[in-house]
């Protein structure tokens, strides 16, 4: 079995999350790629895919969330990603167990849950959405019509892992505000779920966004257990890192050579190449893990590779009529380096501060 080096690793992810050379692809069809941008925050997916295309616009997701072509939706990992309505069909079905899961074991609402039937109180809160959607306060409060005695949040959490529930539109519209409100998929779409989703095709298109990978890999991505049983059925090229780790990927997955030129690139908080592997060594060091998940209720920051990696973060303040972008370095940076962040810094910032009368880049040191 051949061996793989760290940085061919990291270049072979790079090129595959569109990060080596921006593409050309649609919005729609770069979230298809990615098997979803991780979404619980509404706005962040739109920097993920101004970073990975040519000239995106925010108008082309904005108007894909309102015309029903993608949607938000709780998926990998129990989070809100960012799918296309097709997978939000496929890929519901297939994480369904983990949302199972999560009713029984669930710290903060399991207990509240104890002894109610799962079938009756989705059927309750079916039948209260197909009235309009409902807000998660206005779904506990419907269903705690029927179940007086229960937290009316533990209800709504249970609606939300036992149905495909949608965060539909404004919500996460760019240049709109909105709460989130709830319809499920099959009525906001106007299509089932799939009744047979291969687990098959879901590794596979994994690998293409995110391998080479292990098993740990794919299921830290999903969330699922059990997948090598599933990945050795498929017959699959694999190579080893340097400690001994399998690592499985398609034949023809690109695999640029390992010194190819990494550009400086700024990903959104909660991007999905910083959570989608057991070992995030591809992409960061074990003290920039550390720091990047050392953070207050679980919100990550924007962060930046440089050659590939992650070498800080970034955030912008605004004023009534100015932005600033700050960058921290985490690591000792060339100035050649810092040219180039400012530069695609200020691109960032003049695209989620389009309006701004003046704008700015800052270097914290």
Not at 62 to 67: Q, R, S
Not at 210 to 215: E, L, Q, T, W
Not at 304 to 329: C, E, K, M, N, Y
Request: proline share 8%.
């Amino acid at each position: 079995m051949n061996t793989t080096t760290l940085r061919a690793t990291n270049r072979a992810t790079l090129a595959r999350q569109h990060l080596l050379a921006r593409t050309e692809q649609t919005a729609l069809d770069t979230i298809e790629h990615l098997v979803g941008m991780q979404a619980q925050a509404p706005f962040p997916p739109y920097t993920g895919l101004w970073t990975r295309l040519r000239d995106f616009q925010p108008d082309e997701l904005a108007d894909a969330l309102l015309n029903r072509h993608v949607v938000r939706i709780a998926l990998m990992r129990g989070t809100v990603h960012l799918v296309t309505a097709a997978d939000a069909c496929y890929l519901r079905p297939l994480i369904q167990p983990l949302l199972d899961r999560d009713l029984r074991t669930n710290t903060q609402h399991a207990r509240h849950l104890t002894d109610l039937d799962p079938t009756t109180i989705a059927d309750t809160a079916r039948h209260a959405l197909a009235e309009r959607p409902h807000t998660p306060k206005e779904l506990g409060a419907a269903l705690a019509q029927h179940w007086p005695d229960r937290s009316p949040a533990a209800l709504t959490h249970a609606a939300r892992g036992l149905l495909p529930l949608v965060q539909v539109p404004p919500r996460a519209v760019w240049g709109r505000a909105g709460h989130t409100a709830y319809q499920t998929a099959q009525h906001w779409l106007g299509r089932e779920l799939d009744p047979a989703p291969d687990p098959r095709r879901m590794i596979t298109r994994y690998l293409a966004a995110y391998g080479p990978a292990s098993v740990a890999d794919m299921q830290t991505w999903s969330g699922l257990t059990r997948l090598r049983e599933i990945t050795e059925t498929l017959d699959l090229p694999t190579t080893r890192t340097p400690d001994g780790r399998e690592l499985y990927d398609l034949p023809d997955a690109p695999r640029p050579d390992e010194d190819t030129p990494a550009p400086v690139r700024f990903l959104p908080e909660f991007d999905n190449i910083l959570l989608s592997h057991a070992d995030r060594t591809r992409i960061m060091t074990e003290e920039h893990r550390k720091r990047l998940f050392a953070v207050k209720n679980g919100v990550l920051p924007g962060t930046f590779l440089v050659d590939g990696f992650v070498h800080g973060s970034w955030r912008v303040t605004r004023q009534r009529t100015s932005a600033l972008l700050i960058i921290t370095p985490w690591a000792r940076t060339t100035d050649k380096d810092l040219t180039v962040l400012t530069a695609e810094g200020t691109r960032l910032l003049d695209f989620l501060a389009a309006t701004a009368e003046t704008k700015d880049v800052r270097i914290e040191t």
